[in-house]
């Protein structure tokens, strides 16, 4: 499975960006999905997930009632609306797949076999 994502930018604090991410395969709807991000000089930290069908989301603290992850299996897409963004968001943001019918909403980066090339976020003060 390749993964794309797009839709990182510039951002002032407070603003809100939706992060998108397109798979290659249309088995898509068999993998519960991630999204990770890494600023400089720092581990690549969960963000969210979500089952492969859609019904259950996990969230990290740092970004439970500002992010939202969600899928759209017809169009093989998995999204992360980013909203209220502060500074320290900034990141480069990857997606990430589990292995095929894994179920639940997995959080460590052990439990995805696929990752995006990633996209940078960068929210000023």
């Known amino acids: 499975v390749q993964l794309q994502a797009s839709g990182g930018g510039l951002v002032q604090a407070g603003g809100s960006l939706r992060l998108s991410c397109v798979a290659s395969?249309?088995?898509?709807?068999?993998?519960?999905m991630g999204w990770f991000r890494q600023a400089p000089g720092k581990e690549r930290e969960f963000a969210a997930s979500i089952s492969w069908s859609g019904g259950s989301t996990y969230y990290a603290d740092s970004v439970k009632g500002r992010f939202t992850i969600s899928r759209d299996n017809s169009k093989n897409t998995v999204y992360l609306h980013m909203n209220n963004l502060k500074p320290e968001d900034s990141a480069v943001y990857y997606c990430?797949?589990?292995?095929?019918?894994?179920?639940?909403?997995?959080?460590?980066?052990?439990?995805?076999?696929?990752w995006g090339q990633g996209t940078q976020v960068t929210v000023s003060s």
């Open positions: 395969e249309r088995a898509f709807s068999r993998h519960s």
């Open positions: 990430a797949g589990s292995r095929p019918g894994h179920s639940g909403t997995p959080y460590r980066t052990g439990e995805y076999d696929y």
